[in-house]
């Protein structure tokens, strides 16, 4: 069964910058889109990113330009999410998924509070 | 962007009963890049539908997707007890992605 493994919770200070992980397991790391997808507390689900691991592309969300860098490791079959200048409004869960235009495929999540 | 808006926003309803929830989008879905989910409270989403009617993976046939254009619909034939939760719809256009602002399925 594919699997997603992220990080754990972060506590970060506004103005700060989090990283976070998800390292893919049984199936090949490099034929498939890793997106990442957040969720503030009681809000809907919000888009941030994609890479494609096979060549490094990236797409982003105009929503976070200049704060955000997305990367991955294929020899060790791991996605990062980098979010910079954190602010209260950043606190949220964080989420990769598996795939191009739907995700069938998710990791367990990644809580981020930004808190002074 | 392309905005995608579900309705109603919250949806009462009893097992057993029939649901029917709507997503229509800002402007017509390409490729067929449509997509359900189900969450549950401190759960990530699960893929329920994409290609508007297509069932993933290990889904009940009692769920089901259709549409086309701007507008599509998730029905639940017969509501089960673990079908109450939060349901959101997804489209890919031009390399981004957005969500509707979900829909709850609460137990009437």
């Known amino acids: 069964q594919v699997q997603l493994v992220q990080s754990g919770a972060e506590v970060k200070k506004p103005g700060a910058s989090v990283k976070v992980s998800c390292r893919a397991s049984r199936y090949t790391f490099t034929s498939y889109a890793i997106n990442w997808v957040r969720q503030a507390p009681g809000q809907r689900l919000e888009w941030i990113g994609w890479i494609i691991p096979d060549n490094g592309n990236t797409k982003t969300s105009q929503n976070f330009q200049g704060r955000l860098t997305i990367s991955s490791d294929t020899s060790a079959n791991t996605a990062y999410m980098e979010l910079s200048g954190l602010r209260a409004e950043d606190t949220a869960v964080y989420y990769c998924?598996?795939?191009?235009?739907?995700?069938?495929?998710w990791g367990q999540g990644t809580l981020v509070t930004v808190s002074s | 962007e392309i905005v995608l808006t579900q309705s109603p926003g919250t949806l009462s309803l009893s097992p057993g009963e029939r649901a029917t929830l709507s997503c229509r989008t800002s402007q017509s879905v390409s490729n067929n890049y449509l997509a359900w989910y189900q969450q549950k409270p401190g759960q990530a989403p699960r893929l329920l539908i994409y290609?508007?009617?297509n069932r993933a993976t290990g889904i009940p046939d009692r769920f089901s997707g259709s549409g086309s254009g701007t507008d599509f619909t998730l029905n639940i034939s017969r509501l089960e007890p673990e079908d109450f939760a939060e349901y959101y719809c997804?489209?890919?256009?031009?390399?981004?992605?957005?969500f509707g602002q979900g829909t709850k399925l609460e137990i009437k």
């Open positions: 997804q489209q890919y256009d031009n390399s981004r992605v957005t």
């Open positions: 290609g508007i009617s």
């Open positions: 998924a598996r795939g191009w235009s739907y995700f069938e495929y």
